[in-house]
């Protein structure tokens, strides 16, 4: 028996020893091989007596399956140690930039993400978004809207004016978008809730003026809301749109031709740091003006005032995406400086939605 | 419009603090825009005693003065003022104080090796005026050492408050008490105006002369007093218009300035002994001028109401007076006037003039008419107190006009108008304290509103008079129901297609810019537009001239300007309004692209792995068939067909279009005359695409999704080459090939694109891949051969093709 236990070490010894697949395959060979050392004990097995083999036949077979074991361990360590070293030479240098995908390169304007922002937030109160266009009547934005000729508050409206045409009218630049709430009310019957944003015109500029901005408009016109419910929907747009818990709100009496009563509204903030934080602090901030639909506009558009009411607010959309985002000069929103957009901008796969939150 | 707090004290009976009094101003409408609190600046400064001044030892035009402060031993201070002299009671600033005029705080200084210890200020240095002539000259008997301000009563607060054009009323002093007294904040001193009976009949005639055309002038009343003696204002008029920043004149000039500030009543005097007969208020006639009390000389119209004498125009009726007949300190008899004027019409005048007055200010807004008189009595008794004399008679041209009028208002109209739940008692006396009245006891009252407040028209007003008064605090927040409507998309079709775009071509890399609406005539010209409908007829600056026709100018400038900074490949894109005319109709929602330099959508600019190199019109079709896809237009319908604007490269430049007359966009580099004629640099790759051209969606009952058919037998694909043309187009071989079996080839691809060495010149090597789908069984190599053999024969007939062996 010693002679099988030699064997077996011998065998796993060169097994052991044998540095690549050639040298294993010949130790197989020399083992497991036709004639090999292990196949030639096995053949003995045939010319034994029952009891011999009975007793053999365990041993030889046990040492064909510990040989054949042994060499697919060492094959395979050989194959893997031969893998290793050939991927150790096929590096390459990771740290090389790759280029960013068009998706991180692109950018939206933030006037474009607020106007999307105010969207979400109104469609979900059931608003509708009207537009109008930006060459307007001096009808619809003065007159329908209870502008009386030659008054003072039109001059608070530093208008852009074509020039008139043969019949004497005179076309503007819509100073407000106020005149789509008279293109609104013309077209559809009430209830209407709208929130109209768009592009306005003032020809004024200086650091806080542009002689193009943008606005938002809202309107809402049935038989009995009244100035109660403005201020709960501002308050919860507040409360959305800069996405905090609670907003302090300041209604104060104002004057608009198109409202009545009209107010302005501001909202506490505090302004001590370089950044402006809502629902804190002792500041107030004006951000809006809103009233009650002037009876004389519900007449214009065909409107009794007995039988309908409702209210209307406007603001800058622009002064609110620098409140909310922090941009010092209105001036920049219009420069197309890529600097300025790609710090300012918002990713094209950030589409603000209440679920998901407007901006984070 | 400015105010002190003890002039408002005057009106106004109240033991409120200057911060309540302040805050409830805004919290009623009248918004605070600032309070100057002057005693605090001023606390610094002192009355001091110059003992001596002696020249300078090394400058001719300082003295080296000795001041009693005081405070214990004379301080040596050097100044330069000319009227230094020992004696004189000036103003002294010691050092460590800030000098508000000169925006520095004092130090201990040498001036030429002398040394100073503080400075006697002019009124400029305070900021006070801008008079730098000399330091401060006192009265004898001011009290060494003892702050300047409280003597010269500038130790009072000066309240400024933007007034809205609806309230004309608050542009004077006792309006804006009688708020206040509405608002419960203390009790408005209303003295009763006493007439001052004439003691002689007015010896000027007033004639309104409007013959025909309508009247500008309602009323205009006219006294005069004679053997006045003009001079400077009693200390506390000068103090009180110099607080609000007026500057003193003469008494007569003064008393109109303070009327116009303390009642909102504008009033005019005239000198008698320059006007020459007898007064006419007229229009003006063509060609009439006026030098006026500003200096300046004025042209004036048939629109332009005026108060002519016997010698011409000596008036701009309620803007300005004339500087001939203006009073002066020589001025023995004066006529004062109080008239009421055509607001619109002082509005018009005013704007044509170019001329912002205090009386303009108030007449456009509309005065009190019924003031009209008390108005003159109370500017007599103010002449008479200040400059002594005897007045006439008031001749009275015109007549006051009723303004009185009556408004049904439903008590119940505050609540479901503002929401705010509020008693008949506070309601009525609310109204009644602004001074209404209110008569009738039942639901429906009667209010008629008083003559100041001519922007009382109706119901609403009145909601809005009783919400400012009680407080709109008191306005309950109420929940606004969006009521059971299905939950329903809110945005048209070209709102969605708008935000689509502009998502789609952020995504494809491109930054979005917002350009101003408007851009210069040239430009505009360049572009296809130039309509001389669009040209704004005051425009801001001369390149923001004319409405645009396209976004390519404004983005391609946008992009140069980057350029310039360094940055040389740079995509912005922008999606907004272009013009075609003025019409409602005519303005279109342009979605445009523009990339300049290396800016391609796969990678810009350089890179270890291969740089981009330059954009071309691929770039931009690719831009643009991304807005039509993410905009929902059909894809694989839309043609492409060479060519563009004539502001694009005729060769490389197209449009995509859905038949001839449906143009949706187009595509291409840039024109060099066009690179030229907007000076920037190329290259530049633009696309444009109209989102409202792109035909509507039809509407489906569901949204279900079309069945997948899958094929469980394999697509096989074939390659070809062909020769053709130069001029053939991509296009055509696709379409060729697939038109060879529309049933099995269900995909041609263009893989390969070759001209050069190995081609004859003028013609070019397509390569397409030919994807075949059978949908029954596995094909045969007979089938797919002879299905080639078609490909081959459609390509060659339909292009003038050659297979490449």
């Known amino acids: 028996m010693s002679d099988l236990k030699k064997?077996?070490?011998?065998?796993?010894?060169?097994?052991?020893?044998?540095?690549?697949?050639?040298?294993?395959?010949?130790?197989?060979?020399?083992?497991?091989?036709?004639?090999?050392?292990?196949?030639?004990?096995?053949?003995?097995?045939?010319?034994?007596?029952?009891?011999?083999r009975k007793e053999k036949g365990p041993l030889i077979n046990g040492l064909k399956d510990k040989v054949t074991e042994a060499i697919t361990a060492r094959r395979d360590a050989l194959r893997k140690a031969a893998m290793r070293q050939q991927l150790a030479a096929d590096t390459v240098d990771v740290t090389l930039p790759v280029r960013a995908a068009p998706a991180e390169r692109g950018r939206?304007?933030?006037?474009?993400?607020?106007?999307?922002?105010?969207?979400?937030?109104?469609?979900?109160?059931?608003?509708?978004?009207?537009?109008?266009?930006?060459?307007?009547?001096?009808?619809?934005?003065?007159?329908?809207?209870?502008?009386?000729?030659?008054?003072?508050?039109?001059?608070?409206?530093?208008?852009?004016?074509?020039?008139?045409?043969?019949?004497?009218?005179?076309?503007?630049?819509?100073?407000?978008?106020?005149?789509?709430?008279?293109?609104?009310?013309?077209?559809?019957?009430?209830?209407?809730?709208?929130?109209?944003?768009?592009?306005?015109?003032?020809?004024?500029?200086?650091?806080?003026?542009?002689?193009?901005?943008?606005?938002?408009?809202?309107?809402?016109?049935?038989?009995?809301?009244?100035?109660?419910?403005?201020?709960?929907?501002?308050?919860?747009?507040?409360?959305?749109?800069?996405e905090v818990d609670d907003v302090k709100m300041r209604f104060r009496p104002s004057f608009f031709p198109f409202t009545e009563p009209s107010m302005e509204v501001d909202i506490q903030c505090d302004r001590s740091g370089g950044e402006v934080r809502f629902g804190e602090g002792n500041d107030w901030l004006e951000i809006l003006g809103c009233g009650m639909v002037h009876p004389n506009v519900l007449r214009n558009v065909g409107l009794d005032p007995d039988e309908y009411q409702g209210f209307a607010w406007g603001m800058g959309i622009d002064r609110i995406a620098m409140l909310k985002y922090g941009m010092p000069d209105l001036r920049a929103f219009f420069e197309a400086d890529v600097r300025w957009l790609r710090h300012y901008g918002f990713r094209p796969l950030d589409f603000p939605t209440l679920a998901g939150g407007l901006s984070i | 419009m400015k105010f002190t707090l003890s002039w408002l004290k005057k009106h106004l009976d109240t033991g409120a603090s200057l911060e309540e009094i302040v805050d409830k101003l805004t919290m009623i409408g009248l918004e605070v825009e600032s309070v100057e609190d002057r005693a605090k600046a001023l606390a610094p400064f002192t009355v001091a005693k110059v003992i001596s001044a002696e020249k300078h030892p090394n400058a001719d035009r300082l003295k080296v003065c000795m001041v009693d402060t005081g405070a214990g031993a004379p301080v040596q201070v050097v100044c330069g003022a000319p009227n230094a002299r020992a004696g004189l009671k000036s103003v002294f600033a010691a050092p460590g104080t800030y000098i508000p005029g000169k925006k520095i705080t004092l130090g201990v200084g040498k001036i030429r090796d002398v040394e100073s210890r503080g400075m006697l200020v002019s009124e400029a240095e305070l900021m006070l005026s801008d008079n730098h002539d000399g330091i401060i000259?006192?009265?004898?008997?001011?009290?060494?050492?003892?702050?300047?301000?409280?003597?010269?009563?500038?130790?009072?607060?000066?309240?400024?408050?933007?007034?809205?054009?609806?309230?004309?009323?608050?542009?004077?002093?006792?309006?804006?008490?009688?708020?206040?007294?509405?608002?419960?904040?203390?009790?408005?001193?209303?003295?009763?105006?006493?007439?001052?009976?004439?003691?002689?009949?007015?010896?000027?005639?007033?004639?309104?002369?409007?013959?025909?055309?309508?009247?500008?002038?309602?009323?205009?009343?006219?006294?005069?007093?004679?053997?006045?003696?003009?001079?400077?204002?009693?200390d506390w008029a000068q103090q009180k218009l110099r607080a609000?920043?007026?500057?003193?004149?003469?008494?007569?000039?003064d008393i109109t300035n303070l009327l116009t500030y303390d009642r909102a009543r504008p009033l005019h005097v005239f000198d008698a002994a320059k006007v020459k007969g007898d007064l006419v208020v007229r229009r003006a006639k063509p060609g009439e001028k006026l030098l006026a009390l500003d200096g300046r000389t004025y042209e004036l119209d048939p629109d332009i109401c005026v108060i002519a004498d016997g010698r011409g125009v000596e008036s701009l009726a309620g803007i300005m007076g004339g500087e001939e007949s203006g009073v002066s300190e020589s001025t023995t008899d004066v006529l004062v006037e109080s008239a009421l004027w055509e607001p619109a019409n002082i509005a018009q005048t005013g704007r044509k003039l170019g001329i912002v007055s205090d009386a303009r200010f108030r007449f456009e807004r509309g005065v009190d008419p019924q003031f009209t008189l008390p108005g003159l009595e109370l500017a007599t008794q103010l002449i008479l107190e200040m400059c002594g004399g005897e007045p006439s008679e008031v001749v009275l041209a015109g007549e006051i006009p009723d303004s009185s009028r009556v408004i049904d208002f439903p008590l119940g109209h505050v609540k479901k108008l503002s929401g705010l739940e509020a008693s008949a008692t506070e309601t009525r006396r609310a109204l009644e304290a602004l001074g209404c009245v209110v008569a009738g006891a039942g639901e429906t009252v009667k209010v008629s509103p008083p003559s100041w407040r001519a922007d009382i028209e109706g119901k609403a007003d009145l909601v809005e008079e009783v919400v400012r008064i009680l407080g709109v605090e008191r306005v309950p927040s109420t929940p606004f129901e969006r009521g059971e409507a299905a939950r329903k998309p809110v945005l048209t079709t070209i709102q969605k297609r708008t935000r689509a775009a502009k998502r789609a071509l952020a995504a494809n890399g491109l930054v979005e810019a917002v350009t101003w609406s408007f851009i210069s005539k040239p430009q505009t010209e360049l572009f296809g537009g130039g309509n001389a409908a669009l040209a704004l007829a005051n425009p801001i600056a001369a390149e923001l001239s004319d409405m645009r026709p396209s976004l390519v100018p404004g983005l391609a400038l946008a992009a140069q300007k980057n350029a310039d900074r360094g940055f040389a490949d740079v995509a912005l894109f922008e999606v907004g309004q272009i013009f075609a005319g003025d019409r409602p109709e005519d303005q279109l929602t342009a979605a445009t692209t523009v990339r300049r330099g290396a800016a391609k959508a796969a990678a810009t600019g350089r890179h270890w792995s291969g740089s981009a190199g330059a954009v071309d019109a691929f770039d931009a079709k690719a831009d643009a068939l991304a807005v039509l896809a993410a905009a929902g237009a059909p894809v694989?319908?839309?043609?492409?067909?060479?060519?563009?604007?004539?502001?694009?490269?005729?060769?490389?430049?197209?449009?995509?279009?859905?038949?001839?007359?449906?143009?949706?966009?187009?595509?291409?580099?840039?024109?060099?005359?066009?690179?030229?004629?907007?000076?920037?640099?190329?290259?530049?790759?633009?696309?444009?695409?109209?989102?409202?051209?792109?035909?509507?969606?039809?509407?489906?009952?569901?949204?279900?999704?079309?069945?997948?058919?899958?094929?469980?037998?394999?697509?096989v694909s074939r390659d070809f080459a062909f020769v053709v043309d130069r001029g053939v187009t991509a296009d055509a071989v696709v379409r060729a090939a697939e038109s060879a079996d529309k049933a099995l080839i269900v995909a041609v691809d263009v893989f390969d694109l070759y001209e050069g060495k190995g081609i004859e010149a003028g013609k070019k090597s397509i390569a397409i891949a030919v994807t075949l789908q059978p949908r029954e069984k596995t094909l045969t190599d007979a089938e797919i051969d002879a299905v080639a053999a078609k490909i081959v024969a459609e390509v060659t007939k339909r292009t003038s093709a050659v297979l490449r062996a």
């Open chain 1, 7 to 52: 064997l077996e070490a011998e065998l796993l010894g060169a097994v052991a020893a044998a540095g690549d697949e050639a040298a294993l395959e010949a130790v197989r060979v020399a083992a497991l091989g036709k004639k090999g050392s292990v196949s030639e004990l096995l053949k003995t097995l045939g010319a034994m007596t029952p009891v011999e």
């Open chain 1, 108 to 242: 939206i304007h933030p006037v474009s993400q607020v106007i999307d922002e105010i969207t979400a937030i109104f469609a979900d109160m059931g608003f509708a978004v009207a537009e109008g266009p930006d060459i307007e009547t001096d009808f619809y934005n003065f007159t329908a809207l209870n502008f009386p000729p030659d008054h003072p508050a039109r001059d608070m409206h530093d208008t852009f004016f074509f020039n008139p045409k043969p019949d004497g009218e005179r076309l503007l630049l819509r100073t407000h978008t106020s005149p789509v709430q008279i293109r609104t009310m013309q077209a559809q019957k009430p209830p209407i809730k709208v929130v109209i944003p768009g592009r306005t015109y003032r020809c004024d500029s200086d650091q806080t003026h542009t002689p193009m901005f943008h606005q938002v408009e809202g309107l809402v016109i049935d038989k009995s809301s009244h100035l109660g419910h403005l201020k709960w929907i501002l308050a919860e747009f507040c409360k959305a749109f800069f």
């Open chain 2, 137 to 234: 000259e006192l009265g004898e008997d001011a009290p060494v050492g003892k702050p300047f301000a409280a003597l010269m009563g500038l130790d009072d607060a000066v309240l400024d408050v933007a007034v809205t054009p609806n309230r004309a009323d608050c542009l004077g002093v006792s309006g804006i008490a009688r708020d206040l007294a509405a608002a419960r904040l203390g009790d408005l001193k209303d003295k009763p105006i006493k007439p001052i009976p004439g003691k002689f009949p007015c010896p000027v005639k007033v004639k309104l002369e409007f013959g025909a055309t309508p009247s500008l002038c309602p009323a205009f009343a006219l006294r005069l007093i004679r053997g006045v003696k003009n001079g400077p204002s009693p």
């Open chain 2, 244 to 253: 609000i920043g007026l500057r003193p004149i003469n008494a007569l000039v």
């Open chain 2, 636 to 715: 694989e319908k839309l043609q492409i067909v060479p060519g563009g604007p004539e502001f694009l490269h005729p060769g490389r430049s197209g449009k995509i279009q859905l038949g001839p007359k449906l143009i949706l966009g187009w595509f291409g580099e840039l024109h060099p005359a066009t690179l030229e004629a907007l000076d920037v640099e190329g290259p530049i790759a633009v696309s444009e695409v109209i989102l409202e051209r792109i035909p509507e969606p039809k509407a489906r009952p569901t949204r279900t999704k079309p069945k997948l058919e899958l094929s469980p037998f394999q697509p």
